[in-house]
C-alpha cells in the first residue's frame, strides 16, 4: 500500500511538471539567465545610472560567459560606466584592457579618445598641474595620429587644441604672477613661450601686450 501511494506521488508530481512547461522554464530561466539576458540587464542598469549593479552584472557576465559575442561591448559598457561615474582612473584603466584584447575592434578609436577624456576631465584651471593636460594631449593625438582614426580624429584634434590652450593660458598667468612680482625676466620669458608654442590659439594678442608692457624694464 505504502508502495502504491509513494508511486501515485511521483506520477502526479511529473504530471505536474511535464504539463507545466512554461511555468519550469521560467524557473530555470530565472536561475539561469543568458549572456544576452545578463548583457540587455547590465545596460538598462547602467542606463538607469545603477553603475555598481550594472557593473557587477557585465563583470558576472565576464566570468560566466567568457566567449559571448559580445565581450567587446561588455569590456566597454564597463568603462563607460566608470567614466560616466567619474572614476576616471579606473576608467582608463578598462579602456586600456579593452584596447589590448580587441585593438582592431571599431570601438577602437573612441576608446581611445575616451582615454584622453578621462585626463581631460581632470584639468581643474590655469594654476594646474602640467602633468594631466600633457596625458591628455599624448592621448588625443594617438586617436588624430593613427592610421584611420575616423570622426574621433576631429574630435581629438579639437580637444587637442583646446588643451594647449589651457597650457598657453597657464604660461600667461605665469607671466602676470611674475609682472606683479618684479621679475621681468621671467615674464618675459613666459609670455614668450606663449608666442613660440601656443600660437594661434587666440592668446598671442595678451602675450605681446604683456612683452610691450615690459619691454624696457
Known amino acids: ?40 540587464e547590465g545596460q538598462q542598469k547602467i542606463k538607469e545610472k545603477s553603475y555598481q549593479d550594472g557593473v557587477n552584472i557585465l563583470e558576472r557576465l565576464k566570468s560566466g560567459f567568457p566567449e559571448f559575442k559580445k565581450m567587446p561591448q561588455v569590456y566597454m559598457a564597463i568603462a563607460d560606466a566608470f567614466y560616466d561615474q567619474n572614476s576616471y582612473d579606473k576608467a582608463i584603466a578598462r579602456y586600456l ?27 581643474k584651471g590655469t594654476d594646474l598641474d602640467n ?49 606683479g612680482l618684479g621679475n621681468y625676466k621671467a615674464a618675459r620669458l613666459a609670455a614668450q613661450r606663449v608666442l613660440d608654442q601656443y600660437s594661434k590659439l587666440g592668446l598671442d594678442d595678451e602675450a605681446k601686450s604683456l612683452l610691450d608692457g615690459i619691454k624696457n624694464k
Not at 97 to 112: M, V
Request: contains cysteine; positive net charge; glycine residues 6%.
Open 131 to 179: 602633468t594631466v593636460v600633457k596625458q591628455a594631449i599624448k592621448a588625443f593625438k594617438v586617436v588624430s595620429e593613427s592610421a584611420d582614426p575616423g570622426e574621433w580624429g576631429k574630435k581629438a584634434e579639437e580637444k587637442t587644441r583646446e588643451c594647449e590652450k589651457k597650457l598657453g593660458e597657464k604660461e600667461l598667468y605665469k607671466a602676470r604672477s611674475y609682472i
Open 1 to 40: 500500500m505504502n508502495s502504491l501511494v509513494r508511486f501515485l506521488s511521483v506520477f502526479f508530481i511529473l504530471a505536474f511538471i511535464s504539463g507545466c512547461p512554461s511555468w519550469w522554464a521560467s524557473e530555470v530561466k530565472e536561475k539561469n539567465p543568458t549572456p544576452e539576458q545578463l548583457f540587455s
Open 97 to 123: 584592457q579593452f584596447l589590448e584584447l580587441y585593438p582592431g575592434d571599431k570601438e577602437a578609436s573612441r576608446a581611445k579618445y575616451q582615454i584622453g577624456m578621462a585626463y581631460f576631465k581632470q584639468i
